[in-house]
């Protein structure tokens, strides 16, 4: 997981130190069940239960080839870092003191506009001031959000999963999508081969398996008996989510936008950051379409914002060496409200 930022850094202490292994455990487990799939799909379905030669070897291509992209995406969005609120966004110490020491909401309204006043920020809270984190101590660019978990303001931020431990955010958003995608294939796969020795299986009885000759067998049938439920079960629960985040990618929504709408110099906007699905789409995936279903960083052209609802510019991210900053509009395709 990506480390915190120095303002937003926690004390180490043998109590953190335990709280970041429990973190772990989520993915342990998902790690787990993986390779016990792959043993019992390669090792007990494919070597020493499938005959024929024609379906071993296909099975084993097709599985593999799903294996290896199913475990690409989920390494890269454990461990892709998320991205650090650029250091223009950072308060300098005499402005956090005359933000402290302000009396009023209207007088640290003021201090925040006029910092921001370069800075490319479109979205507001909900009294319509500049948004601030206390903690970081900068102000928010649009749609980054302070991650209790994390510690920082996280870039896009669209939630924190603890079966990554990690943010969901710009930096690993595209991961996130190619993993529930590739994981929902790695489960359909696996149900759909193993459906016809999992009947056959079944048919014979669980009370004969016991007490089956073969104990080696037994235990083998058993392992692809539970592999069929687990794939099912598996399935069932990401067909949902991953439906859900294909609807968000195509309105160009977080989920946390999606909870609650951004706000903008004119109001709420649920629709505020849409482009248009095509638009919307690369955002995410990038413009390059050969990488658009791999598990790489998709660097994306700066795309006008227009057909907003609220007619306002608003910006987006691009990756800078290792540096994520602000991608500001050009002068010439401004939208002013």
Request: hydrophobic share 40%; proline share 4%; glycine share 6%.
């Amino acid at each position: 997981m990506a480390s915190s930022s120095e303002s937003g850094r926690r004390p180490r202490g043998p109590c953190m130190w335990c709280v970041d292994a429990v973190k772990w455990v989520p993915v342990l487990f998902i790690v787990t069940i993986v390779v016990w799939s792959y043993y019992a799909y390669v090792i007990q379905l494919c070597f020493l239960t499938i005959s024929s030669n024609v379906e071993r070897v296909s099975y084993l291509l097709g599985y593999h080839v799903l294996f290896m992209v199913f475990c690409w995406a989920y390494w890269q969005t454990i461990f892709t870092q998320i991205g650090r609120v650029p250091a223009q966004f950072k308060m300098p110490k005499t402005d956090v003191d005359k933000l402290e020491q302000a009396e009023t909401e209207d007088a640290q309204k003021q201090i925040l506009e006029r910092f921001a006043q370069n800075l490319p920020v479109t979205n507001r809270t909900v009294q319509g001031g500049i948004r601030y984190c206390d903690k970081c101590q900068h102000v928010k660019p649009d749609r980054a959000h302070h991650c209790s978990v994390c510690g920082e303001c996280v870039l896009k931020m669209d939630h924190h999963c603890p079966w990554v431990n990690n943010c969901v955010a710009f930096t690993n958003y595209k991961f996130f999508i190619l993993f529930l995608g590739y994981a929902l294939l790695y489960c359909v796969f696996i149900a759909s081969t193993t459906l016809p020795y999992f009947v056959r299986f079944w048919k014979v009885g669980l009370i004969s398996l016991v007490l089956s000759q073969n104990e080696l067998s037994g235990i083998g049938r058993f392992h692809i008996l539970f592999l069929f439920f687990v794939a099912v079960m598996f399935g069932v629960s990401l067909i949902s989510l991953f439906c859900y985040h294909c609807y968000l990618v195509a309105k160009n929504r977080s989920t946390l936008e999606a909870f609650r709408a951004p706000i903008f110099r004119m109001g709420a906007d649920k629709d505020g950051f849409s482009l248009g699905k095509y638009n919307n789409f690369q955002e995410v995936f990038g413009d390059n379409r050969r990488t658009w279903f791999l598990p790489v960083f998709s660097r994306y052209k700066s795309i006008t914002r227009t057909g907003s609802k609220t007619q306002c510019q608003t910006s987006s991210y691009t990756a800078s060496n290792e540096m994520l900053e602000p991608c500001v509009p050009k002068n010439d395709s401004t939208i002013t409200c």
